[in-house]
């Protein structure tokens, strides 16, 4: 069973950055796309980012211009850059790799603890 292994989490003041990085443990074959979620506590899970195979990117309003997201294909890696960081952007954050080989396949990470401070 492949899982997703998310790092880069951690405490930053705000403004400060963080990198979030989410590494497959094996071979996903036939990925359409990989993505970030986040959950902030007493809320629903969130989109905040996406990126297709062929690099098409999609961004919740909130982090748009402050959010990249990135991705290395070969490797079935997704990166979250994330600058100007704000004290709203706390949350567990998720990667998401969704495949489609005849049907669809969804892959979740456990998550990723990202606070900031004000």
């Known amino acids: 069973q492949v899982q997703l292994v998310e790092s880069g989490g951690g405490l930053v003041q705000a403004g400060g950055s963080l990198r979030l990085s989410c590494a497959a443990s094996g071979t996903i074959f036939g990925i359409k796309s990989m993505g970030w979620y986040r959950q902030a506590p007493g809320k629903q899970r969130e989109l905040v980012a996406t990126?297709?195979?062929?690099?098409?990117?999609t961004y919740a309003d909130d982090v748009k211009g402050r959010f990249t997201i990135s991705s290395d294909n070969a490797k079935n890696t997704v990166y979250l850059q994330m600058n100007s960081l704000k004290p709203e952007d706390t949350a567990v954050y998720y990667c998401n790799h969704i495949a489609l080989i005849l049907q669809r396949y969804e892959y979740w990470g456990q998550g990723t603890q990202v606070t900031v401070s004000s």
């Open positions: 990126i297709t195979k062929g690099g098409s990117t």
